[in-house]
């Protein structure tokens, strides 16, 4: 008992007890001092500044609302609270086909159009600026369906559906956002 309370009085390892014979103690064999060396001015300025740099763009991302900077933009993609009798907006794409009297809707993903609707809807008013980002979007559903018609007109939409109580109330009322004729 008197051992390991003057183990646990000067930190020693039990292991190098263990192996101390008789008579021998702490202060017969203590260990060298290990000397902490300080970080060098570099090693401090990194760790300062690394820091400060993410901070900021977490920052910008935040105002600018943008998730350009993923990981370190806007946090929107953590959900809020939702208005239970407000409106749900949900961004989708049309493509007019040959021949077909109405817009197809497309799926809004990778496998569909080479790019998922949430990377769409962070820049949705460039896109709206500029409809000729579509082509893009044209030119993925042609090469990802080289089996399949080659879409005549690209539809940016929204639907917008009226909730009563957090249930949806009635169809979902349809806008266009932006069209671009594919060439």
């Known amino acids: 008992m008197e051992e390991k309370k003057r183990r646990l009085l000067t930190s020693q390892d039990p292991a190098a007890g263990a192996s101390d014979g008789p008579g021998t103690g702490p202060s017969a064999r203590s260990k060298p ?34 998730n350009d900077f993923f990981p370190l933009g806007s946090l929107t993609q953590y959900a809020t609270a939702k208005d239970l009798n407000g409106t749900v907006n949900s961004t989708c ?11 197809r809707r497309l799926g809004f993903n990778t496998a569909t159009v080479g790019i998922e609707r949430g990377d769409v809807e962070s820049q949705l008013d460039r896109v709206i600026a500029q409809p000729e980002l579509l082509q893009s979007m044209a030119d993925s559903y042609i090469r990802l ?7 005549e007109t690209m539809i940016l939409c929204r639907t917008t559906t009226q909730l009563k109580n957090g249930l949806a109330v009635g169809e979902p009322e349809q806008t266009t956002l932006a069209t671009w004729e594919v060439r």
């Open 33 to 66: 001092a290990t000397r902490v060396k300080p970080l060098s001015k570099v090693s401090i300025g990194w760790r300062i500044v690394v820091p400060a740099i993410a901070f900021v763009i977490l920052t910008c991302g935040q105002f600018l609302n943008t």
């Open 93 to 103: 794409l049309e493509a007019q086909f040959p021949g077909e009297d109405e817009p």
């Open 145 to 151: 369906h080289p089996d399949e018609p080659k879409p």
